[in-house]
């Protein structure tokens, strides 16, 4: 991190925030080079949002939106306790590197001691810059277990 100073004011976004949302949404999806939907995004992020099926927390500076997280609810049996996937992160490009991200991370983190959790998990294409950043803030890379996915 080279800015360890706050940039931005982080908190926890509720679904009267979807339209301010959706552009870092998209943003996310373009980083990963997804298809855009702008219609099918909006209606999936409203969905979770109204549900309470995610929890999406927000950077805020100068009254503009310039990052977001989002985390799922899991649980494992193993620890039989309440887990979350943190599954988006995204900072606008002219924001990062000021420790933005970093706060996210933070507010997640907070949350799941909030909630009880036993951990957060995340995962990240091999080639993410952002694995530095995960690292300094104190995630550990998994080298016991091997992910797997089916494709339906």
Known sequence: MSNPTPTATIRRAHANDLDAVLPLFGGYLEFYQRARDPVQEREFLRRRLERQECVVFVAES???????TLLYPLFSSLSLRRTWLLNDLYVLPEF??????????????AWGVETGADYLTLETARDNPAQHLYETCGWTRDELFLHYELTL
């Open 96 to 109: 990062r590197r000021r420790g933005v991200a970093a706060q996210l991370l933070a507010a997640a983190r």
């Open 62 to 68: 100068a009254g503009r939106m310039v990052g977001f």
